[in-house]
């Protein structure tokens, strides 16, 4: 499976049968969703919209100034199908509020989800962030995102909250007190903003296998990937305390790193700064390894 989390538009690597974390903001300071009314048309909307492109959606959240969604595609139609959801949301935004300009702040961001603990990381990432964002004191108490179907699986929706919850427990009330135990210790969680750091949902992943290992190292539960990307940050650590980083021993070792933080996209200069070294000294180790400038 291709490495790389987060891609730019023009390398966007889209699969069917892939899971993907999506999010779309406005431009600047404008709002998405000025009334009540917006966030029923876009719920409208989305409920069309998955069966239109054959979409399973497992989870969502409507902020004022953006959005996030968490769904399985089918086929490789994702660009067809945000265009035509995104589009579609403006136009009529535009002729409401008597507005021209973009209502979407260009091309949407994708992430794709590598194992389950990613997953549930992401699933519980959207629905915390209006809490992040000051907007509920509880992210259960907000209104317009999927939280209300985790936390009551009984609940009739057009989201599949039943594939995350199994994934926790088999037992489906059980696995939504867990689920909600998880929200409840947000302020113990790192949370950074994903529109600042693209690798934000990765970092809160990892914050939460350290906080419930009771939940996420039993079962069948997948976190190969993210395991291996807290080998990769102790192998970080170990090399910037390392007196010996030109010894041949090591040398090997700082090319793996630095080849393994190119998949998760840094550039040279971050690969350098990372590894605490500096970027000749990179090219020196490396024997000017090929790297993207």
């Given at each position: 499976?291709e490495?790389?989390?987060y891609?730019s538009?023009?390398?966007?690597i889209?699969?069917?049968?892939?899971?993907?974390?999506?999010?779309?903001?406005?431009p600047g300071?404008e709002?998405i969703?000025?009334e009540?009314d917006?966030?029923f048309?876009?719920?409208?909307?989305?409920k069309?919209?998955?069966?239109?492109?054959n979409?399973?959606?497992?989870?969502?959240?409507?902020?004022p100034n953006?959005?996030?969604?968490?769904?399985k595609?089918?086929?490789p139609?994702l660009?067809?199908?945000?265009h035509?959801l995104?589009t579609?949301?403006?136009?009529?935004?535009?002729?409401?509020y008597?507005?021209k300009?973009h209502?979407?702040?260009?091309v949407?961001?994708?992430s794709i989800?590598?194992?389950d603990?990613?997953l549930i990381?992401?699933?519980?990432?959207?629905?915390?962030?209006?809490?992040?964002?000051?907007?509920v004191?509880?992210?259960?108490d907000y209104?317009w995102?999927s939280v209300g179907?985790?936390?009551?699986?009984?609940?009739?929706?057009?989201?599949?909250s039943?594939?995350?919850?199994k994934?926790?427990?088999?037992d489906?009330?059980?696995?939504?007190?867990i689920?909600?135990?998880?929200?409840s210790?947000y302020?113990?969680?790192?949370?950074?903003d994903?529109?600042?750091?693209p690798?934000a949902v990765?970092d809160?992943?990892?914050?939460i296998?350290?906080k419930f290992?009771?939940?996420l190292?039993?079962g069948?539960?997948k976190?190969?990937?993210?395991?291996?990307?807290?080998a990769?940050?102790?192998?970080?650590?170990?090399c910037?305390?390392?007196?010996r980083?030109?010894?041949?021993?090591?040398?090997e070792?700082?090319?793996?790193?630095?080849?393994?933080?190119?998949?998760r996209?840094?550039?040279?200069?971050?690969?350098?700064k990372?590894?605490g070294?500096?970027?000749?000294?990179?090219?020196?180790?490396?024997?000017k390894?090929?790297?993207?400038?």
């Amino acid at each position: 499976m291709e490495e790389r989390l987060y891609f730019s538009y023009r390398n966007k690597i889209i699969s069917a049968g892939g899971i993907y974390h999506i999010t779309q903001r406005a431009p600047g300071n404008e709002m998405i969703f000025v009334e009540e009314d917006d966030y029923f048309r876009m719920l409208s909307l989305l409920k069309e919209w998955v069966k239109g492109f054959n979409l399973e959606p497992f989870s969502f959240c409507l902020m004022p100034n953006h959005y996030h969604l968490l769904l399985k595609i089918n086929e490789p139609n994702l660009s067809k199908a945000m265009h035509s959801l995104n589009t579609t949301y403006a136009l009529n935004f535009n002729s409401k509020y008597q507005r021209k300009g973009h209502v979407f702040c260009g091309v949407y961001r994708a992430s794709i989800c590598l194992d389950d603990t990613h997953l549930i990381g992401s699933s519980l990432y959207i629905h915390l962030n209006p809490q992040k964002a000051g907007l509920v004191k509880k992210a259960q108490d907000y209104r317009w995102s999927s939280v209300g179907v985790y936390i009551n699986p009984g609940k009739k929706s057009f989201i599949r909250s039943s594939y995350i919850l199994k994934i926790i427990d088999g037992d489906l009330q059980k696995a939504a007190k867990i689920y909600e135990d998880m929200l409840s210790n947000y302020p113990s969680l790192e949370y950074k903003d994903i529109n600042e750091n693209p690798r934000a949902v990765i970092d809160f992943c990892k914050c939460i296998i350290h906080k419930f290992p009771q939940v996420l190292f039993k079962g069948a539960i997948k976190k190969d990937f993210l395991l291996q990307e807290l080998a990769i940050d102790k192998m970080i650590e170990e090399c910037r305390k390392s007196k010996r980083r030109c010894a041949p021993q090591d040398k090997e070792g700082v090319i793996y790193l630095a080849k393994r933080l190119q998949t998760r996209g840094y550039n040279v200069s971050e690969i350098a700064k990372i590894l605490g070294i500096t970027r000749q000294t990179l090219y020196n180790l490396t024997n000017k390894v090929q790297l993207k400038m």
